[in-house]
């Protein structure tokens, strides 16, 4: 057990211990730590992802551009075990600089492909080439984009805050943890406040903003992330937020969107890989609360 107090010493030291889940690939430099190239396929859309919340946003987006009926959106999903440090390959480096997934490959022009990263640029990298869930009302578009950077501000505090210091952290700290859960309380009252005014973040319409602040509210809410922080943050205190978590989670393409590249959980809530709309066969998308 460390000391209840720290001293930090006058220079940080790289070869310092944080222990913790995830103690065995932090580094803090960037960039390759092995040579391997990514897989590659056929569709438009090459996705490098895990079913994390932030992976899940650009899942859900593609899934729901395909159920609106663009085909030019099919994508070829390849699972990335940030677990085994695959984000730090040199084939996903060069996708993502940054190492963190969702990482996406367009190359719907076969002469030009370019990568996209971070998962708010993705999503909006697709509203605008498939003109889908962004308005063009720059009063309702400004609203749009507020909540989706809203989310992307938001979710460090919820995952690396929170989920880090109560869930995976080596040891428990008081002051840590009543700070981020301070903070991600907060951030449901805003939303469940919102939400109480309009039927979805943005307004009327189910717009990029649900996209991308679904994945990480829904978790909370079904108590599906960070062991019993449900429980602990009194999650079941905001309705607003819980009657939008179930109307997006009816979602046909949420609930596919919601299993690609997800490698735990019952086996058929799982697809470690996907290529085309066949692949969901004989797969339980379920409604009720998300995987």
């Not at 993502?96 to 996209?116: E, G």
């Not at 009543?178 to 469940?192: G, L, P, Q, S």
């Not at 992330?225 to 997006?248: C, M, P």
Request: glycine content about 8%; cysteine-free; aromatic content about 14%.
């Amino acid at each position: 057990m460390a000391d209840a107090t720290y001293t930090p010493p006058a220079v940080w030291s790289a070869d310092t211990v944080s222990g913790g889940r995830f103690a065995n690939i932090n580094r803090p430099t960037a960039g390759a730590r092995e040579d391997k190239a990514l897989p590659v396929g056929a569709n438009p859309f090459q996705l490098y992802s895990l079913a994390t919340p932030n992976g899940v946003k650009a899942t859900i987006m593609f899934e729901e551009l395909i159920e609106a009926g663009h085909s030019g959106a099919e994508y070829d999903a390849w699972t990335i075990n940030i677990g085994d440090g695959e984000q730090f390959t040199s084939g996903f480096v060069g996708v993502n600089p940054n190492s963190k997934i969702p990482a996406l490959l367009d190359q719907s022009d076969p002469d030009a492909p370019f990568r996209i990263f971070e998962s708010g640029a993705i999503l909006f990298h697709l509203a605008e080439k498939f003109g889908m869930f962004i308005p063009t009302d720059p009063a309702a578009r400004a609203e749009v984009l507020s909540w989706v950077f809203w989310q992307v501000a938001s979710g460090p505090f919820m995952g690396g805050g929170f989920g880090h210091f109560y869930a995976y952290a080596p040891e428990k700290y008081e002051y840590p943890i009543n700070r981020y859960a301070m903070e991600t309380k907060r951030i449901f009252d805003v939303a469940d406040k919102r939400l109480g005014e309009s039927r979805f973040l943005a307004g009327d319409e189910y717009t990029l903003a649900d996209i991308a602040n679904y994945p990480w509210l829904a978790p909370f809410v079904a108590g599906q992330i960070y062991n019993d922080a449900k429980t602990f943050l009194s999650i079941d205190e905001y309705k607003n937020v819980a009657r939008w978590v179930a109307e997006i989670g009816a979602r046909p393409g949420v609930q596919r969107g919601r299993i690609v590249n997800k490698v735990w959980g019952d086996e058929d809530t799982q697809m470690r890989e996907r290529h085309s709309p066949a692949d969901f066969a004989g797969k339980r998308l379920v409604t009720s609360a998300p995987q």
